[in-house]
Every structure is written in structure tokens, then in C-alpha cells.
């Protein structure tokens, strides 16, 4: 019986894909970005994205690839 609830629920589909982890990712990129718009200095800023649990690093945006054409 649990195992039949489980195959139903989705259990047995794996939890992250590559879409889902550039979903994460680009929320984090936001949310260092908003946090560093609102800080009133540097040392601010560094101490709300530690609490939470930001880098400052996440915030940058990938270089997008060159077109070749």
C-alpha cells in the first residue's frame, strides 16, 4: 500500500532537474541583487546576505554566450 501512495504522490520522480536548479539559481541572483539595492553600505549589505545565506557572488549574471552569425 505505501508503495503504491508513493508512485502516486510522484515520490519516485527525481526532486531537481537542470531547469529547476537555473530556477534556484536566478532567484538567488535576484534576491543578492534586491539586497544590495536596499543595503545602506558595503559592511550592510555583507551582513544581510550572511544572514541570509547569500553570497555576494550569486549576484552576478552569467556572460551569455557569444552569436555566432
Do not use: I, W, Y
Not at 536548479?21 to 536596499?38: I, K, N, Y
Not at 543595503?39 to 541570509?52: K, R, S
Not at 550569486?58 to 552569425?69: I, Y
Request: aromatic letters at 2%; one cysteine or more.
Amino acid at each position: 500500500m505505501r508503495e503504491h501512495l508513493q508512485e502516486v504522490a510522484g515520490f519516485n520522480v527525481p526532486v531537481t532537474s537542470a531547469e529547476d536548479t537555473e530556477l534556484v539559481a536566478a532567484q538567488r541572483r535576484r534576491a543578492v541583487r534586491a539586497v544590495a539595492s536596499a543595503a545602506e553600505n558595503a559592511e550592510d549589505c555583507a551582513l544581510l546576505l550572511d544572514a541570509l545565506g547569500l553570497k555576494p557572488a550569486e549576484g552576478m549574471a552569467p556572460v551569455p554566450a557569444q552569436r555566432h552569425g
